[in-house]
């Protein structure tokens, strides 16, 4: 079967540094997703990754291993705002997204 | 208005009621797609409409009932709901075939089923 992991929830400190993980097993790839979604309102895009390596834009990165189906969200300079769930997912060979159950992202003053 | 709009935003119904949700999506897309979120599970799609046809229907119960008139618009007809529906509904458009296919969502209609 298909599988997204991530982490369900995790904390930081505001003005630090966090990365999220996601791992994935599905059917094919033709790229990984990344989405905030701040409680009570849409999913929100943020990145798009098809090619290994790290694309970076402003304080948010993301990362994709295809070799090791792995990626990672990396949030610098946290600010409160960024309170939210994270959502990885993956497009698969049917170009279906496959989603993850997002990660919830507390940050404390 | 631009983006993806959903109405209602919030709805609460009984089991034996009738209601329907409506997405229009401003984005000039032409694939369009209904969610259901449910607390701490990932994003389950229900359909896919690519170019006003449907083209997924995952396995869901004939008590949901989608339309799409044009490329624009999207319906979900519920009826005689149970309680464990009760989940957020989100819409979301992509332009199908584009090089990312990158999904835009609505902001979602909360339903609770009594």
């Known amino acids: 079967g298909q599988n997204i992991d991530q982490p369900t929830e995790m904390t930081a400190t505001e003005g630090a540094i966090v990365q999220i993980n996601c791992t994935y097993q599905?059917?094919?790839?033709?790229?990984l997703f990344w989405y905030q979604q701040h409680a009570g309102e849409a999913p929100t895009f943020l990145s798009y990754?098809?090619l290994d390596g790290l694309e970076e834009k402003g304080r948010f990165s993301s990362f994709l291993s295809r070799s090791k189906g792995y990626s990672y969200l990396l949030l610098k300079e946290l600010q409160m705002k960024d309170s939210a769930s994270y959502l990885c997912?993956?497009?698969?060979?049917?170009?279906?997204?496959?989603w993850g159950a997002g990660t919830k992202l507390i940050i404390k003053p | 208005e631009t983006g993806v709009t959903q109405t209602p935003r919030h709805l609460v119904m009984g089991m034996t009621n009738k209601k329907s949700l409506k997405c229009e999506q401003h984005?000039?897309?032409?694939?369009m797609y209904w969610y259901k979120q449910s607390a701490k599970k990932p994003l389950e799609l229900m359909f896919v409409?690519?170019?006003?046809?449907?083209?997924e229907n995952n396995s869901v119960p004939s008590r949901f009932s989608p339309e799409c008139p044009n490329s624009s618009h999207l319906f979900l007809h519920l009826h005689t709901l149970q309680p464990e529906d009760s989940a957020l509904y989100l819409c979301?458009?992509?332009?199908?075939?584009?090089?990312?296919?990158?999904?835009?969502f609505g902001p979602g209609t909360r339903l609770t089923v009594l």
């Open positions: 997912a993956v497009l698969d060979s049917n170009y279906q997204l496959i």
């Open positions: 409409y690519n170019f006003k046809e449907q083209t």
């Open positions: 599905t059917s094919g790839f033709n790229g």
């Open positions: 984005l000039g897309h032409n694939a």
């Open positions: 979301a458009s992509s332009q199908a075939g584009a090089e990312t296919d990158t999904q835009y």
């Open positions: 990754n098809v």
